[in-house]
């Protein structure tokens, strides 16, 4: 089912959470929404779950108004960050709670419940767990059984509150490729919180990254990552190195010494350069962009790290580039140079 | 045992890198071998102290518990059967004993069951819902606590009193409220009602909103989620609270006793009795009904230790 949020004001006392956001989801998409802690990604979720109302906007799931229904009668799997299981149930009646609960009047029969929790239980590969409760499984489980839960009403559309967030690292990678697959299998419009950009490009066909409670860009992973639209999102998003530097008419310059890219429409005045750390590489001498001295060579595995402090900073601008995977003593002086191309120049802002 | 996991995981880790880094995969491991045999100091243990100090400690603690729980309580069965057994269930016979224990079920039936629902309702407002006035909330359900009982009665007798705020229009429409059962049970409610929203409060704040909200999410009306979700998951906290708000309803004895009048056979509860038969020099039936209330306190304590292990259990039973 499609879903679409317009102009959704939601303010928590003085503190805007959402700020006039905008979003429509197409049906059978799955959707991450990405951003630090505090950018309003989960009140926007439990908006569209029913759980928090906004202030004022609309939001319509398959074209009808959701606004006017209660959490209860929108049919959304809601799936909670610290799953929220019903401590006192078995799993089993975890999972054929919403069936239980249902009108008398469409209440299935005892066995259709069985059979469906059953198969509910198969899809997650839990079906050994029925008996137990939720206190004797691990993270990983304890997740998927409130995702079974959450599937157990053939919800419209399914909403999951940063569903890795509470599980370790290795757990996480496969559940997360498992999310994927059962996303193909059962092809529910779902949107995901997650404030893990790794999580967000790897998993969903589509990113939606905010920050301050405003959306700042739309895209594919790749087009997020490639193309990032504001400031925020090229720091957030990938790891970047940023430059000061001074922007006039269309030239850019670090330090007085001008860089040979295009200012791409930034206002003269003082500006942030934001670079990959991948895009620019230590070489000799004189042959680059940026002079520098490399300070340090650290090296994890078969990475290694140079921490270059620039010249013409006083040694104060130092920078993280990604060395040849050779060792250098650290110290020597080095002279390095960043090979263009620099790829993208955003401004953020001029300093006063 | 977890030692030994960890063993194996820097192993792998060590091993999957092996290759590029030309590391032994043995080297560090010793390392750790060391770490774990490092002997613990033989020194005194801080958290104990030497043998003489102990034994005063816990002879003092001995003779205070001897002296000021155990005695009364061995005194109290003594002078109850001091005269036989005979005597005893005769003195518990008597019409104005059996009037007093039937009141004071009454009262304790009555109160108990309008403060669990007063309780729970409290509890659950307090716990689940953020509103404006909240913390007075709070402090007001307290006050029973922190007000004299005889102040709790009395307060009652200015309200209902013949010379009261309400005594006239009570008497022209001749109503009883005053030296009669539903004053009792008003001051009874009154002295009573933190209990159970007292015990619910923690126990619900601690467990949130979340498995509320699922359960909502999940199609379930209001009164399902309450019974279904929140009541279970409060059963035992909510049966603490019972069994303490039980035990001070049957024992309550200032607020009472100035609401009650005294009125033999119709308005004595069982503490009022006690005084009353032992002002009157009758010893063994006095400490015949102490000794039910007594009883009451000594079941009251094993159910309170019971539940308290299922409450702990409870909450543990979340535990990551």
């Known amino acids: ?352 | 045992m977890s030692m030994q996991t960890g063993l194996a995981t820097s192993t792998t880790q060590l091993r999957s890198y092996a290759p590029a880094t030309d590391v032994s995969v043995a080297a560090p491991a010793p390392r750790l071998e060391i770490a774990r045999a490092e002997p613990v100091t033989a020194r005194r243990n801080p958290r104990t102290e030497p043998g003489p100090v102990r034994l005063v400690i816990i002879a003092l603690a001995i003779t205070f518990l001897s002296v000021f729980v155990v005695l009364p309580l061995v005194v109290v069965f003594a002078s109850a059967f001091s005269k036989g057994v005979v005597a005893y269930f005769a003195a518990l016979a008597e019409p104005e004993a059996l009037a007093a224990i039937k009141l004071t079920l009454l009262i304790a039936a009555i109160s108990v069951t309008l403060n669990l629902v007063f309780g729970v309702v409290a509890a659950w407002a307090i716990s689940k819902f953020e509103f404006a006035g909240k913390t007075f909330l709070i402090t007001l359900i307290d006050l029973p606590f922190s007000v004299s009982p005889v102040i709790s009665g009395l307060v009652f007798v200015l309200l209902f009193g013949a010379q009261g705020y309400f005594g006239s229009w009570l008497q022209a429409h001749n109503v009883h409220i005053l030296f009669a059962v539903p004053g009792i049970a008003l001051a009874t409610i009154f002295v009573t009602f933190p209990f159970v929203a007292r015990a619910l409060i923690p126990l619900m704040q601690e467990q949130g909103t979340q498995e509320e909200e699922a359960a909502i999410s999940l199609g379930a009306s209001g009164l399902q989620t309450f019974f279904r979700v929140t009541l279970p998951n409060i059963k035992w906290g909510l049966l603490y609270g019972v069994l303490l708000c039980n035990a001070r309803a049957m024992g309550e004895f200032g607020a009472v006793s100035v609401v009650s009048g005294h009125i033999r056979g119709e308005t004595n509860t069982m503490p009022l009795l006690v005084e009353i038969l032992y002002n009157e020099y009758q010893f063994v039936a006095s400490f015949a009904i102490a000794s039910l209330l007594a009883m009451l306190a000594l079941i009251t304590l094993v159910a309170k230790t019971i539940l308290e292990r299922r409450l702990d259990e409870a909450e543990v039973g979340d535990g990551d």
């Open chain 1, 1 to 352: 089912m499609a879903i679409e949020v317009k102009n959704i004001v939601k303010k928590f006392g003085s503190f805007a959470a959402l700020d006039n956001v905008d979003l429509k989801v197409a049906d059978g998409e799955l959707l991450a929404l990405l951003g630090p802690s505090g950018s309003g990604k989960t009140t926007l979720l439990r908006i569209i779950a029913g759980l928090d109302w906004p202030d004022s906007g609309e939001v319509a799931i398959d074209g009808e108004n959701a606004l006017s229904r209660g959490a209860s009668e929108r049919q959304v799997g809601f799936v909670f960050q610290h799953y929220a299981l019903f401590r006192h149930m078995t799993v089993f009646e975890n999972v054929a709670f919403g069936l239980r609960v249902q009108p008398r009047a469409i209440r299935k029969d005892e066995a259709t419940i069985r059979a469906r929790v059953k198969n509910l239980l198969d899809l997650v590969q839990l079906d050994w767990l029925a008996n137990r409760y939720p206190s004797q499984l691990s993270g990983g489980q304890r997740q998927r059984i409130a995702l079974a839960r959450a599937l157990a009403i053939e919800p419209r559309i399914l909403l999951l509150d940063e569903p890795f967030g509470a599980l370790d690292a290795k757990v996480r990678k496969e559940l997360r490729q498992w999310l994927r697959s059962l996303h193909n299998e059962i092809h529910v419009t779902s949107i995901f919180v997650t404030h893990d950009q790794e999580e967000a490009l790897e998993v969903a066909n589509r990113v939606v990254v905010m920050d301050k409670g405003r959306i700042e860009q739309i895209g594919s992973p790749g087009d997020v990552y490639d193309n990032p639209a504001t400031a925020f999102v090229h720091g957030f998003i990938g790891e970047s190195i940023v430059l000061p530097v001074d922007v006039a008419g269309d030239a850019v310059r670090l330090d007085g010494r001008p860089l040979n890219i295009p200012a791409l429409g930034a206002a003269s005045g003082a500006a942030k350069l934001f670079v990959r750390r991948h895009d620019m590489a230590v070489g000799p001498a004189g042959t680059g962009a940026l002079e520098g001295a490399i300070r340090h060579v650290r090296s994890f595995g078969p990475i290694q790290r140079a921490e270059v402090a620039l010249a013409g900073s006083e040694g104060k601008t130092v920078i993280e580039i990604d060395a040849p995977p050779r060792p250098r003593a650290a110290g020597r002086r080095n002279r390095l140079a960043a090979a263009p191309p620099l790829p993208d120049l955003r401004r953020a802002g001029v300093a006063p």
